[in-house]
């Protein structure tokens, strides 16, 4: 696509999407050699969850990773690196995420003893 193209395609969409011009263009047909161009707006909606909410959600993925983890230590250095860490916990500060970790490690053993921690085995 030429530069002129280009510029002339963003001057279309800038009028489109602004509503420039009167209302009398809404009846009136595109000219010779242009096309209407093609819009498609997709809006997403993200929730944003509380710090507890992550952290809740970190222990509970932790708990389900763990016991398939061979070693349950932890690298403090490098626990955002740590391929073993869940995605959820990531964006967790360094204690959130230490007392998340060791609640995770405390259901994880438990489950062997579900009495120990009900509803969560």
Known sequence: MST????????????TLTGCGSSDNADAKPKAGLSEPAVTITATAT?????????QQCTDAVAEAAPEWDDWNLDLAGWQEDPKTPEVCKT???LTFNI?????????????TPAALPGKC
């Open 92 to 94: 967790l500060d360094n």
């Open 100 to 112: 998340a970790f060791l609640k995770g490690l405390d259901i994880a053993a438990a489950c062997d």
């Open 4 to 15: 002129r193209t280009a510029l002339a395609t963003i001057a279309i969409l800038a009028a």
């Open 47 to 55: 929730k944003l969850l509380s710090e507890e909410e992550v952290s």
